[in-house]
Nanobody, 129 residues
Framework: QVQLVESGGGSVQAGGSLRLSCAASGFAYSNYYMGWFRQAPGKEREGVASIDRDGSTIYAEPVKGRFTISRDNAKNTLYLQMNSLKPEDTAMYYC???????????????????????WGQGTQVTVSS
């Protein structure tokens, strides 16, 4: 059974940094597409960054150059390094695992069809101005 546990969220001032982690268990982690998605109050869920099983990455335009996604297949852990944080980055951040298609398919479809993947419980990120 897929289990995903996020950590590392918190409250920071604009310009600060946070590093999110997602500990994965119960599945063949290295064979899965992994991603970070977020949802702010009153807004739709959106992709932040993802990394496929071949290491290819996708980033949302608003976070390019500020966020870095990485995965450690030996530790079954997904990371998101977030620098130069902005108030608009405030949201609940979720770790997602999926398989059966390539990353672009999940990137496009997971926000509206969350049943395509397995989700963690989320970790809150709050950025104050």
């Amino acid at each position: 059974q897929v289990q995903l546990v996020e950590s590392g969220g918190g409250s920071v001032q604009a310009g600060g940094s946070l590093r999110l982690s997602c500990a994965a268990s119960g599945f063949a982690y290295s064979n899965y597409y992994m991603g970070w998605f977020r949802q702010a109050p009153g807004k739709e869920r959106e992709g932040v960054a993802s990394i496929d099983r071949d290491g290819s990455t996708i980033y949302a335009e608003p976070v390019k150059g500020r966020f870095t996604i990485s995965r450690d297949n030996a530790k079954n852990t997904l990371y998101l390094q977030m620098n130069s944080l902005k108030p608009e980055d405030t949201a609940m951040y979720y770790c997602v695992a999926a398989r059966g298609a390539w990353g672009t398919y999940f990137w496009r479809n997971l926000p509206s069809r969350p049943q395509l993947g397995s989700w963690g419980q989320g970790t809150q990120v709050t950025v104050s101005s």
